[in-house]
């Protein structure tokens, strides 16, 4: 089991950006990495997913606008966020995955708007 702390949410204009980190409390070198996002009545959807050695997924809707990255000296993964849409409005929530079992953080909040 890992602890999972985000941090990086807040209010940005369309077309802004914004950096998220999640630190894990120990090594996650054998955890594929991931990040989530929730909107109000609006379910779950995977934004990105990167594994042990750097194969990447993202969600269609974030393709191009966001980048998925891991630090495992530093126990941290990373989410850059460019080109921001009032869409991407969410609770932003970090996962670790190992053999199927689930770590979660608490969340960070981004809104997106003018």
């Known amino acids: 089991q890992v602890q999972l702390v985000e941090s990086g949410g807040g209010l940005v204009q369309p077309g802004g950006s914004l950096r998220l980190s999640c630190a894990a409390s120990a090594s996650i070198s054998r955890y594929v990495m991931g990040w989530y996002r929730q909107a109000p009545g609006k379910q779950r959807e995977l934004v990105a997913r990167?594994?042990?050695?750097?194969?990447?997924t993202y969600a269609d809707s974030v393709k191009g606008r966001f980048t998925i990255s891991r630090d495992d000296a530093k126990n941290t993964v990373y989410l850059q966020m460019n080109s921001l849409k009032p869409e991407d409005t969410a609770v932003y929530v970090c996962n670790a995955d190992r053999s199927g079992f689930l770590n979660w953080g608490q969340g960070t909040q981004v809104t997106v708007s003018s």
């Open positions: 990167i594994a042990w050695l750097g194969t990447i």
